[in-house]
T-cell receptor, first 117, second 108 residues
């Protein structure tokens, strides 16, 4: 079955450590996204990528980095520069064709919950 | 001000009740989306609509483009409907805006 796999589901980090969250999709989608979800807030965009080897900052990119070396993979690194990294992180993807291809519909992974100790 | 506002924030219903969740938005959109997030955290898309009304099982979504308003209705609610329902809008390009969600609890 096609879908998005995020790992790990739960992650604990000590202050000052970098951690990398994995996101893999087998949907052949061009665009991939990382969102952060905090209680009482809507999803906020961290980074997005429309094609391999290209990505753009979202609204809250500071303290995060990404790479897009393969179409299927869009890992997110939470660096020590992110002052409040405890949150739920969601990866999503969508095709970039016309409306008939479902280009407006995001498919989400199951999420990764990061806790800083 | 958020581009997408939902109400209510929290909703508790008895099993079998008719439920309505409302969403208002303030930007031009290409489509409006209703999403469901279960306690485990994963999000699934329920509806995407740009006009009129869509129905899937006990779920109905409507949108009024002129009023920039959408509603999600659940008929004959069931405890398995308990989840967070999120309204989102998509615009041209990569822009998606999300509401803060409505947490629904259906009591047996």
């Amino acid at each position: 079955d096609g879908g998005i796999t995020q790992s790990p589901k739960y992650l604990f980090r000590k202050e000052g450590q970098n951690v990398t969250l994995s996101c893999e999709q087998n949907l052949n989608h061009d665009a991939m996204y990382w969102y952060r979800q905090d209680p009482g807030q809507g999803l906020r965009l961290i980074y997005y990528s429309q094609i391999v080897n290209d990505f753009q900052k979202g609204d809250i990119a500071e303290g995060y980095s990404v790479s897009r070396e393969k179409k299927e993979s869009f890992p997110l690194t939470v660096t020590s520069a992110q002052k409040n990294p405890t949150a739920f992180y969601l990866c999503a993807s969508r095709p970039t064709g016309g409306a008939a291809s479902g280009a407006n519909v995001l498919t989400f992974g199951a999420g990764s919950r990061l806790t800083v100790l | 001000k958020n581009e997408v506002e939902q109400s209510p924030q929290n909703l508790t219903a008895q099993e079998g009740e008719f439920i309505t969740i409302n969403c208002s938005y303030s930007v031009g959109i290409s489509a409006l989306h209703w999403l469901q997030q279960h306690p485990g955290g994963g999000i699934v898309s329920l509806f995407m609509l740009s006009s009129g009304k869509k129905k899937h099982g006990r779920l109905i979504a409507t949108i009024n483009i002129q009023e920039k308003h959408s509603s999600l209705h659940i008929t004959a609610s069931h405890p398995r409907d308990s989840a967070v329902y999120i309204c989102a809008v998509s615009r041209t390009g990569n822009q998606f805006y999300f509401g803060t969600g409505t947490s629904l609890t259906v009591i047996p």
